[in-house]
């Protein structure tokens, strides 16, 4: 009776302290709190939510706190212990070193339980408490406390520096050189003018770090982004990685690829707040506008020109040198992005290496012992500039002021811009990367010079192997970086959706795409059900995007067919192409190859030949060689085609012949054993043999080819746009900006009748790439005057097809015939 009784009270108090509770909680329609959403739970909860919905819920801005209280559990001995549940779940080590250019740092390929902590929640990450004062006051008390760091200000060193000193005279004397009489007083009067030109460009140039201003604009920042986004996510374990680096000692190169302006400002906020010491940070000169710069400058900012002619410009670049190298001699850590500009189409851009040269020569010439490399990526459901149509349809780019950052400002606070996400990859030796690349560019000079060709000189070689450095640090960096939502549902929607679908129908084929990444170790920045994801990416991408209602088949999802809005969904779907570009590419070649016809057929299969499938591949990564960066340096092509042709076998899109297979296989061996053979019919015969492939052309597998063709087609159809406009030129020779103009008009009138099938095509930065492509196939020549490009059609039969501009227009145009 007694038992009852008390069963009964724990009951009554049970219902008591809920209602309590749901009293003073704030409803889904009432006032929303910040978006830290905490869930308390008992460890032994039987409760049947995943951890993918626990996951959703938790980023979701409108949700409700949820408090589960238990007086039962309450009034049983405390040996039960009760926690705050975080995105945990077991994730693909991303971000590896590569294995064969940086063995020693390499992990295995194992999957690792990792939460994900949202840095906007500033009572799970630091010292500070929940206080009477409420968040703001906490916030504020956080930073106050945050570790100052020590920044030493090398003006004077830069300009004592020996190279500087030797650069300065020779400037002078250069100067001076043209004058028939020069005596002394014309050197010296030359040479103060250069002293004081080096002042000025070093005063340009340098950062002046205040720690109390990283302090506020860290605060100010934090408040901001707060506004701006519902998490800031990034993962301990990698935070943990960066700090064991700087501890060290060694100065840390950190590497982002460059999406937006808040790049440096979310990686600045994310190192301040777990109390590592922030870079210095390269900025382009057209950042410098009033107040701004200024206040860069004090967050680490370091002026630098977009183009620099070392020929031309030795004195800037002589001081940035300096500067750059002393900075990390005296314990600065450097930021800068290897792609130059922000990604205009979403993509990753094709590095360049100039500053990585220098960070390269202060080891080579022993200023550092050495440097940690840190590749970082920053994906966002939303980017706070909006979009880059009008630049991508050929108009002029807004000069940035103070009064349009400040508008800008006001517009992006009344936005909503989803989840940011910050990955670090594993840290590396700058030693151990560049000897691997270093030897593979002596050996390839080697093999130069064996064959009776021209060898590289020692400072091509040097050149080379930065250039692949960069390279290779922008291929694992854009392969490692997690995929958002809104890019997973625009990438499904241009790709395999184009004309519309259910909403069911899109949750299913993204739930087929999760797979796909996770079992290609691809992290995914998003979790929940494929149905609340994608409504959650359409409220992100807005009705201007994308259409969204009820029909009588249900609730229907429909990109917008304009050309901008193509434009702007393909920023957020180029995000997945550095994980279906290399099936693209080989997809393209397999359909060029078969007849076209038989997509119309009752046959089965055919069979293409892997020497021609191999051919294909090489020119389209030619081609679109100023678009991507396909193999990194320690890969080839025979390895791409074959982990290729591996996962379409999975897919039963193609079987190898088993027998040609076998023999190549058998071959290769006999060759790895008698390498030292000088048999020449042996290596002949070797050489002659055809692997070929069966193409399965039944429904199921020709829909997959077109799924994976329809990857790269926009950028082949943009090439195939621009060869033919030189065939319709009235003369050889057009200016660039003339003649960009002539093909966007062109483009468009291309796709109003049909002949383009991918508005998204239509791009300034793909037709420019055109250019240089052309200019390497040898059907093109461009020159330079007065800033002005001009560009010549080459007639003769020169080019590597061995055919003129009409000759690359019919090759490309096989690969990018319509298929019904």
Known sequence: MDLRKSDEMVEALSTGFQNLYNKYTRSEKGSQDDGRCIYLRPVNNNSADTDDTQCLQRYRPKARKQFVFNVKQLCEPKSLEWRIIRQSRLRPSTGKCCPICVPNTSRDNERNVSNLKNLLDIYNIGSVKKSMFGCFVDDLKFFYQLKSQE?????????????????????????????????????????????????????????????????????????????????????????????EAEQSGLPIIYLPLHKSHMDYILLGLVLTMNNIKPPLVAAGENLRVFFISKLLSFLGAFYIKRHVDTKKDQLYWSVLSSYIKNSMKNGHHIEFFLEGART????????????????VDAYREKVIEDAWIIPVSMNYDRILEGNFVREQLGQPKKKETFFVAILTFIK??????????????????????????????????????????????????????????????????????????????????????????TLEQLAKDLLILRN????????????????????????????????????????????????????????????????????????LTICKLINLELWNTSITETTILREYLVEDVLFIIDLLQFDFVFIKPCDN??????????????????????TFEEERLSRNMAKLLN???????????????????????????????????????????????????????????????????????????????????????????????????FEKFNCLQITTKDNIKTLHVINNQSSELGTTMSGMLEYIEEFVKQIN
């Open 344 to 359: 205009r189409s979403g993509k990753c851009g094709v590095p360049k290496a100039g500053l990585l040269s220098i960070i």
């Open 637 to 658: 092509i025979n390895n791409i085609v074959d982990t290729v042709i591996r996962q379409f076998e999975e897919e039963e899109i193609i079987l190898v012949d088993q």
């Open 151 to 243: 920044y030493k200000y090398i003006y004077d060193e830069v300009l004592e520096d020996e190279a500087v000193v030797k650069t300065i005279n020779i400037v002078a004397n250069n100067a001076c050189a043209d004058d028939l009489a020069v005596d002394d007083s014309r050197f010296y009067e030359e040479l103060r003018a250069q002293q004081a030109n080096a002042r000025r460009i070093l005063t340009v140039i340098s950062a002046n770090v205040k720690n109390w201003v990283y302090k506020v604009i860290g605060w100010f920042t934090y408040r901001t982004v707060s506004l701006l986004a519902t998490s800031l996510v990034v993962q301990p374990a990698q935070i943990n990685r960066v700090r």
């Open 516 to 587: 796909k990444l996770s079992q290609r170790d691809r992290d995914i920045g998003f979790s929940g059900k494929s149905i609340e994801v994608i409504k959650h990416a359409l409220d992100l991408l807005g009705p201007k995007l994308v259409v969204y209602e009820n029909t009588d088949k249900g609730r229907f999802v429909k990109p917008i067919l304009d050309v901008p809005v193509l434009i702007e969904l393909s920023y957020y779907a180029n995000n997945l192409i550095s994980h279906f570009m290399h099936q693209s590419i080989v997809a």
């Open 675 to 773: 390498c030292d053979s000088d048999d020449d019919d042996y290596q002949q015969s070797y050489a002659r043999i055809d692997v070929k492939y069966r193409v399965n052309t039944n429904i199921d597998s020709l829909n997959k080819l077109k799924f994976y063709r329809s990857v790269m087609m926009p950028y082949l159809e943009c090439m195939a746009e621009s060869a033919g406009s030189f065939l319709v030129l009235p003369e050889n020779s057009v200016t660039e900006s003339e003649h960009i103009q002539t093909i966007l008009y062109q483009m468009h009138e291309n796709l109003e009748e049909g002949i383009l099938s991918y508005g998204e095509s239509i791009s300034v930065d793909t037709i420019k790439h055109s250019f240089l492509a």
């Open 412 to 501: 992006a606070i009344c936005s909503h811009y989803g989840i940011m996400r910050m990955d670090f990859n594993q840290p590396y030796r700058l030693r151990d990367l560049f000897e691997s690349i270093d030897k593979l560019t002596k050996l390839e000079n080697e093999s130069l010079n064996r064959n009776g060709m021209e060898i590289m000189s020692e400072t091509i070689c040097y050149k080379s192997t930065v250039d692949k450095m960069a390279k290779h640090i922008v291929y694992d960096c854009w392969k490692s970086t997690p995929i958002m939502s809104t890019h997973a549902v625009c990438f499904l929607l241009l790709n395999k959706h184009r004309n519309g679908t």
